[in-house]
């Protein structure tokens, strides 16, 4: 399973990369204004910063909502890095802008899913990644780790190649969850990654052996 990174912050990305163990990095618009970074120039000089920083996949999100837009951007976008990955959202010309970039060899990440339909459509299309948002659906008391399962199983089903992404994740174990029913990615806040490590075993294994080292070595 890959690890991408969710955030514009370039401290939490360097954070992260310095771990060894980040396959890329997502933004989206707003995580982008979180960290203050608004103007066109400024985000696509920010996006150049990241694929600096990390040598995997970096998602940048479009802002147009119809297909000519959406297609202008994703130009633009590709040619700030090779390692760009363009993100579509999941509406009607955001499908026809997947097939467009699919043929173009463009690759995709199709944002803001919320269905198995809607996977179906981008899988159809060609995207290269598909974000299930999970930590949203939990929000409004469904289950986001359940959709990621029907998906990763209709995929298998047709062999379909696009990589299921799980977005919106919100904590460590969503994802344990995500790996457990076979997501190929998750992109998590860092304090989730981080939260990996935590076990209170560890840290009072640690200490005895220290303390025991130090018994018999001053
Ligand atoms: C990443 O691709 C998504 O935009 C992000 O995970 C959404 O997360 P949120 O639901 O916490 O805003």
Redesign the pocket.
């Known amino acids: 399973m890959k690890f991408f990174i969710?955030t514009a912050d370039l401290n939490e990305i360097k954070e992260a990369a310095s771990l060894g163990i980040l396959d890329g990095v997502?933004t989206?618009p707003?995580?982008m204004a979180k960290i203050g970074i608004t103007g066109a120039e400024n985000i696509k000089q920010h996006y150049i910063d990241i694929c600096n920083i990390v040598d995997g996949d970096i998602?940048a999100e479009v802002i147009s909502t119809d297909f000519e837009g959406m297609v202008r951007e994703a130009k633009e976008l590709v040619a700030l890095h090779p390692n760009i990955v363009v993100?579509i959202p999941m509406i009607k010309d955001g499908v026809k802008a997947l097939k467009w970039c699919t043929d173009n060899n463009i690759r995709t990440?199709c944002?803001l899913v919320f269905s198995a339909g809607q996977a179906i459509l981008a899988a159809k299309a060609g995207a290269t990644y598909l974000?299930p948002?999970i930590?949203?659906l939990d929000d409004i008391n469904w289950d986001g780790v359940q959709l990621i399962e029907q998906i990763v199983h209709i995929y298998r089903n047709y062999g379909y190649e696009t990589q299921v992404?799980a977005?919106?994740?919100?904590n460590p174990l969503h994802i344990i969850r995500c790996a457990e029913v076979g997501a190929d990615v998750v992109?998590c806040p860092l304090s989730s990654i981080m939260g990996l490590f935590k076990h209170p075993l560890t840290d009072i294994g640690l200490a005895q052996f220290l303390a025991d080292y130090k018994k018999g070595n001053g």
């Open positions: 969710d997502t989206n707003s995580l998602s993100k990440n944002t974000s948002f930590g949203r992404l977005a919106s994740i919100r992109t």
